[in-house]
């Protein structure tokens, strides 16, 4: 699909400058620019490159002024980096607007669909199932009985949502997520064996959930594992069951939850952080990477190490950490002179 200048500037609110009637048809960085292509300039350190991109199309700040001769036609906004990202979104929903079922699929009778929905080609769509409208369900994908998935959310390529899950409106499932897989629940008998534990709850996600590719949600014993709204969550994060993450808390690749366990609104959790069940963590907490956290945390903490210390202690006991074997060196040398004094 092509556009001209004067349709993106339209689209951005911009003045063109050069030929309006310049066409593109893909974007590529300021500095591998391609003919066809659009770009932007929004950094400074990037400014030599504007004179010798091939990029058709070069959005820049209304302030910029040539210094030399260009060939790229220009687009003045007020902010080049926001209106790039715009630009962004706007292809990115052209990219996505799929309609229709493809075949082969399987659809239940009992399905309720909605308006404007995508299902892609080797998807599964079970019983009760209700599709809210300009839903868009990417192949191979299974969405399990009784499960509801609110409007203008999208299901990539592979991903699995079971059985009496809720998705909320606006919310993104990366492809190979899995939504509502059993908990992690066994309990041990008299023979040493480990008896599977029923999980018979389910997964709510609320509105503007992101999930990342490779990411599961395990379903509550009892009751719902809870995403509140505006959650994103990094690739291969693994959510036991009966957890329930606040709004707007963002959390990092290969991060692990245990169940049960409660994490308060707007934190922001780093990859590989391990963090053990039945507790609760409050509001607004960072947690750096790679730390345990084994305890309950207040609001508004700062967490580093394995187990998590304040991030300013770590930081503080970390200068005696390396230097360790000094420290030990300098005590063997003082213990020996102590003792050649006795």
């Excluded at 002024?65 to 790229?72: L, M, N, P, S, V």
């Excluded at 980096?81 to 292809?91: A, D, G, I, P, V």
């Excluded at 908990?183 to 599977?196: C, Q, S, T």
Aim: net charge negative.
């Amino acid at each position: 699909m092509k556009f001209t200048a004067q349709q993106i500037a339209g689209i951005l609110e911009g003045e063109v400058v050069g030929d309006a009637e310049t066409e593109v048809s893909q974007l590529s960085k300021i500095e591998e620019g391609t003919s066809g292509s659009l770009t932007f300039l929004a950094n400074p350190k990037y400014k030599s490159y504007i004179y010798s991109t091939d990029a058709s199309i070069t959005i820049v700040g209304k302030d910029f002024e040539a210094e030399h001769d260009i060939k790229t036609t220009l687009i003045k906004v007020e902010d080049a980096y926001k209106s790039f990202s715009k630009l962004l979104e706007y292809y990115n929903q052209i990219k996505l607007n799929k309609t229709g079922i493809e075949n082969p699929v399987f659809v239940s009778d009992s399905a309720k669909k909605g308006d404007d929905i995508y299902i892609g080609a080797f998807s599964y769509v079970g019983d009760n199932v209700t599709i809210g409208n300009n839903v868009k369900i990417f192949p191979n994908s299974y969405v399990g009985d009784n499960v509801k998935i609110g409007d203008n959310t999208i299901v990539f390529a592979g991903a699995k949502i079971y059985s009496d899950c809720v998705i909320g409106e606006n919310c993104v499932i990366n492809s190979g997520a899995i939504i509502g897989a059993d908990g992690f629940g066994f309990a041990p008998n008299e023979d040493g064996e480990y008896n599977k534990v029923p999980q018979i709850g389910n997964v709510i996600l609320e509105d503007y959930v992101d999930i990342g590719a490779g990411t599961t949600i395990d379903r509550a014993t009892l009751g719902s594992t809870i995403i509140r709204r505006g959650v994103k969550l990094d690739n291969q994060i693994q959510i036991a069951h009966n957890v329930e993450i606040g709004k707007n808390t963002v959390i990092a690749a290969q991060t692990g939850i245990a169940g049960s366990t409660k994490i308060g609104e707007n934190c922001q959790i780093g990859g590989q952080v391990g963090i053990v069940g039945h507790i609760s963590i409050g509001n607004n907490v960072k947690i750096q990477a790679q730390s345990g956290i084994g305890r309950n945390v207040k609001d508004n903490e700062v967490l580093q190490g394995s187990p998590a210390l304040g991030y300013g202690d770590f930081n503080k006991s970390y200068v005696y950490f390396k230097n360790l074997p000094k420290l030990v060196k300098t005590i063997n040398e003082l213990e020996k002179k102590v003792d050649g004094n006795s």
